[in-house]
């Protein structure tokens, strides 16, 4: 396998976790705009959903990004004795994406000037938090080059990377 | 198909060391053909250096071949496939308390009406080289050599070792008659054991083969010989009349062993003759015994590749003459290597595997002993179990002093001054010491060839594997498997 052929993949997998994060908030954004998950504030998926979504999704792709271009260059010289350094930065990248999402849902996760019913923080925590691990957990666990995959938390989950 | 090979003197054992090394890179093969060489030493210094050299080398190649099940797959199932078998070493002297040319020809017994032999010895040696102990060897003097190997004709039938290696030919003969055993002896023209040894034990050979008695058996097995014209020199002692090898008349030596060996017919099939024409420098004068160890040579490596040619070509119907030489007067390339393309890869592929096997492998599984999941490459071939086994630890270790062993051969074959210029050495070796560092893999073989060693490794897998595809077995075979699709 050739390099070019090697970084296919990788890439792929990286597009792949940060569609499917994408995803995710636009199912979300269905869910809430027919009412199956009610909102008081009839603006509220554009007031408050949407640019919450945005700033979660946007700043996990990006620090997954960076952490596939820190990855691509640190994998040809990787050896086991740098594991635990790798994991600590990739620990350490995961900290604004995760930030994002406490902040997002501490600004936008609010209904007007009342707090979102129970069942809506829920829900909007829940999509924040899985489209945050498929834009970031995901991308990095797909795109991460072979040798360096295990230094993303919990890979073995994959049947094909155990 | 069996090649015996009978290794005479110090000269003789410094090529089964290459022909170890070179056994290992699976050059003693070719297509299906793997054959099974078999090894006999011959000679009165037990004690050799260059021997104990050579038994270590066997030693460790067969160490390491025996974690080496049926090859990689059918399209390489040569690495390590080659076996060396160790027939023992023989020594001229039946006795122990005989080591002095007067013991063995019973000289103090020549009396009365015998004393004109008594004479006639006194003739043919000097009172030194009567009484000078040859334990250690013949010390350079042909003459001693061979009237204490021809003992052996009149002792042939009570030799073991005779009988054994005979009985070994007669029985490969009837088990596979379609390959024939072969027979090579090598050695030197100018020492002692090697001048003395090579034509008594040619000729006793094809005479053994030759008697009606044993079946003709010459008919059908090929016979062949390498000599070694002088190589290397070392400072002579002061003493003028004492009795050792001095390496200012191997010229002189050589010229009369030529002129002999112009008028015999040895009924060898093919014979062998390699020379350099400046000899390197020894620096330490050595009697024989334990001291005497060489640095080994690359015209032993050429006797190696004499071997590979004598085993793959068939018995000739007349006599030829081929020459080989090298292009420049101050280098070997690649270019003089005779079969340089398979040669080249194979040679080239033995040392990727080494390196990374000591820079990369071993300490990464030294690593997953605790740490299992922090290793890639290891996950593969290994669980969490097998890992700490101390049986998976011995077959990592042979393979790693295989490794060491082989890359140190070349390193040193690089660096005495003959202009060896197959790899890059500095990236692996320098005065005396193994340089074992990953970062230097890509300018192993030549100055930015190769791309790092993870580069290299990220295809380690178990598939197409032949035989035992997990454990350290599975990942030298995938290992080895990996570099030779990528070679040169």
């Known amino acids: 396998m050739n390099e070019q052929n090697s970084i296919l993949p990788e890439i792929t997998g990286l597009a792949a976790g940060i569609i499917i994060g994408a995803m995710i908030m636009v199912i979300g954004r269905m869910l809430f705009g027919n009412g199956i998950i009610p909102t008081y504030t009839s603006n509220w998926i554009q007031s408050n959903y949407d640019p919450a979504v945005l700033v979660v999704c946007a700043t996990s792709s990006a620090f997954a990004v960076i952490w596939y271009l820190i990855s691509l260059k640190w994998w040809r010289t990787f050896t086991e004795k740098e594991f635990s350094q790798a994991r600590i930065s990739w620990w350490l990248l995961f900290v604004l994406p995760f930030l994002s999402f406490?902040?997002?849902?501490?600004?936008?996760?609010?209904?007007?000037?009342?707090?979102?019913?129970?069942?809506?923080?829920?829900?909007?925590?829940?999509?924040?938090?899985?489209?945050?691990?498929?834009?970031?957990w995901l991308s990095t666990a797909l795109s991460t080059p072979p040798n360096m995959r295990r230094v993303v938390p919990l890979v073995g989950l994959f049947p094909r990377f155990r | 198909m069996s090649v015996y090979v009978i290794a005479i003197g110090g000269t003789g054992t410094k090529i089964v060391e290459a022909v170890c090394h070179l056994a290992a890179a699976g050059i003693y093969t070719q297509g299906e053909r793997i054959p099974k060489i078999e090894i006999l030493f011959v000679d009165p210094d037990k004690g050799n250096g260059n021997l104990k050299e050579a038994d270590g080398a066997i030693a460790t190649y067969q160490n390491c071949t025996k974690n080496i099940?049926?090859?990689?797959?059918?399209?390489?199932?040569?690495?390590?496939?080659t076996k060396l078998e160790f027939l023992g070493l023989w020594t001229p002297f039946q006795k122990a308390d005989e080591f002095r040319l007067r013991?063995?020809?019973k000289y103090d017994n020549y009396n009365g009406?015998?004393?004109?032999?008594?004479?006639?010895?006194?003739?043919?040696?000097?009172?030194?080289e009567r009484d000078v102990l040859l334990k250690d060897g013949f010390l350079g003097r042909p003459a001693i050599g061979s009237a204490i190997m021809t003992q052996l004709r009149q002792n042939v039938a009570t030799n073991e070792s005779w009988k054994e290696l005979i009985g070994k030919i007669d029985s490969d003969l009837k088990t596979e008659a379609n390959n024939p055993p072969q027979v090579f002896l090598c050695g030197s023209i100018f020492g002692g054991t090697g001048a003395s040894g090579f034509p008594t034990l040619g000729r006793l050979i094809a005479k053994e083969l030759d008697n009606p008695e044993t079946g003709n058996l010459l008919r059908k097995v090929k016979?062949?010989?390498?000599?070694?014209?002088?190589?290397?020199?070392?400072?002579?002692?002061?003493?003028?009349?004492?009795?050792?090898?001095?390496?200012?008349?191997?010229?002189?030596?050589?010229?009369?062993?030529?002129?002999?060996?112009g008028t015999q017919d040895l009924k060898f099939d093919t014979i062998y003759l390699l020379g350099m024409p400046t000899m390197t420098n020894v620096e330490k004068f050595s009697k024989g015994g334990s001291d005497q160890r060489n640095d080994p040579h690359v015209l032993e490596l050429y006797a190696g590749l004499a071997l590979r040619d004598f085993i793959f070509t068939p018995k000739p119907n007349e006599r030829q003459v081929i020459l080989l030489s090298r292009n420049k007067d101050n280098e070997i390339s690649w270019e003089d290597v005779p079969d340089k393309d398979e040669v080249r890869r194979k040679l080239t592929n033995a040392v990727r595997f080494a390196y990374i096997?000591?820079?990369?492998?071993?300490?990464?599984?030294?690593?997953?002993?605790?740490?299992?999941?922090?290793?890639?490459?290891?996950?593969?071939?290994?669980?969490?179990?097998?890992?700490?086994?101390s049986g998976e630890w011995d077959r990592i270790n042979a393979i790693k002093v295989w490794c060491e062993a082989y890359l140190k051969w070349l390193g040193i074959l690089h660096a005495?001054?003959?202009?060896?210029?197959?790899?890059?050495?500095?990236?692996?070796y320098n005065q005396g010491n193994l340089i074992i560092d990953r970062s230097n893999f890509p300018d192993l073989v030549e100055k930015g060839l190769d791309k790092e060693i993870n580069i290299r490794i990220r295809d380690l897998s178990k598939k197409d594997l032949q035989g035992i595809d997990n454990g350290t077995t599975g990942l030298a075979k995938a290992l080895y498997k990996v570099l030779s699709e990528k070679s040169i």
């Open chain 2, 223 to 261: 016979l062949g010989g390498l000599l070694m014209l002088p190589y290397f020199r070392f400072p002579s002692k002061e003493d003028k009349e004492a009795v050792f090898a001095r390496s200012e008349e191997f010229i002189l030596k050589t010229e009369a062993a030529l002129r002999y060996y």
């Open chain 1, 102 to 136: 406490i902040i997002s849902l501490f600004i936008w996760g609010k209904d007007g000037n009342n707090n979102l019913e129970t069942i809506a923080l829920v829900f909007f925590s829940l999509i924040l938090l899985l489209g945050m691990c498929s834009s970031y």
């Open chain 2, 357 to 389: 096997w000591l820079s990369r492998i071993v300490p990464g599984l030294e690593h997953a002993k605790t740490k299992l999941g922090e290793v890639d490459f290891a996950l593969k071939f290994y669980d969490r179990e097998s890992i700490k086994k």
């Open chain 2, 113 to 128: 009406n015998r004393e004109v032999i008594r004479h006639l010895f006194d003739v043919l040696y000097t009172e030194k």
């Open chain 2, 416 to 428: 005495n001054g003959i202009g060896l210029r197959w790899f890059n050495v500095t990236a692996f």
């Open chain 2, 103 to 105: 013991d063995v020809f």
């Open chain 2, 69 to 81: 099940d049926q090859g990689i797959n059918p399209t390489l199932n040569w690495w390590m496939q």
